[in-house]
């Protein structure tokens, strides 16, 4: 069964960090490009960030650059998400996905693959 599961998610104080996980089963993810997104309530889903499957390049969209590192580790089968500087208006659900193929997109409907999504709350 091909799955996605993210997993890290939980409530920050604003400056704070959180690492969030995808692990992958029932396929090799290191085939696969693989985006991050989160979507608020009320707001359109965000592609945010984005690794692809071959030498590693990255996308950031402006409202995270600087402060969110995506990563992968294809022996584990896992990407990562590690958040820092956490504002309030990060709060959102975040997903990973993956899609075929070696090049990055934040188009949602370009992935195949969704996680069930994680909560991140950043409040005081």
């Known amino acids: 069964q091909v799955q996605l599961v993210e997993s890290g998610g939980g409530l920050v104080k604003p400056g704070g960090s959180l690492r969030l996980s995808c692990v992958a089963s029932g396929f090799a993810l290191h085939y696969y490009a693989v985006g991050w997104f989160r979507q608020a309530p009320g707001k359109e889903r965000e592609g945010i960030a984005c690794i692809n499957n071959s030498n590693g390049t990255t996308y950031y969209s402006d409202s995270v650059k600087g402060r969110f590192t995506i990563s992968r580790d294809n022996a584990k089968n896992t990407v990562f998400l590690q958040m820092n500087s956490l504002k309030p208006e990060d709060t959102a659900v975040y997903y990973c996905?993956?899609?075929?193929?070696?090049?990055?997109?934040?188009?949602?409907?370009?992935?195949?693959?969704w996680g069930q999504g994680t909560q991140v709350t950043v409040s005081s």
């Open positions: 996905a993956a899609r075929v193929g070696v090049s990055i997109s934040t188009r949602a409907d370009e992935y195949d693959y």
